[in-house]
Nanobody, 115 residues
Framework: QVHLEESGGGLVQAGGSLRLSCVAN????????MDWYRQTPGRERELVAR???????TYADSVKGRFTISMDNAKNTVHLQMGSLKPEDTARYFC?????????WGQGTLVTVSS
């Protein structure tokens, strides 16, 4: 079974940058993308960015122009470069791999942006 491990979260001041990484210990046969979601208490998880194994990217409107998702296919790793961070970006960020049979989630990494 594929496991995901995130890293790179932390505390940063508004306007700053962070780089999140997610390493998978393999590739699920039916997986087509690696995604980043985020969640704050009392709210549903929301898709932040998605990158397909073909390199197509999708971003939430709230992060367009500030965040960049990238993938190292050979290393089964996805990164999320976050810039111009805002307090409203504060959340737990989760790595996600959708497959034909199940949703694979990491444990998440906490990002806190202070004003």
């Amino acid at each position: 079974q594929v496991h995901l491990e995130e890293s790179g979260g932390g505390l940063v001041q508004a306007g700053g940058s962070l780089r999140l990484s997610c390493v998978a210990n393999g590739r699920a046969p039916t997986a087509t993308s690696m995604d980043w979601y985020r969640q704050t208490p009392g709210r549903e998880r929301e898709l932040v960015a998605r990158i397909t194994y073909g390199g197509r990217t999708t971003y939430a409107d709230s992060v367009k122009g500030r965040f960049t998702i990238s993938m190292d296919n050979a290393k089964n790793t996805v990164h999320l470069q976050m810039g111009s961070l805002k307090p409203e970006d504060t959340a737990r960020y989760f790595c996600h791999v959708p497959t034909a049979y199940l949703e694979i989630w990491g444990q998440g990494t906490l990002v806190t942006v202070s004003s």
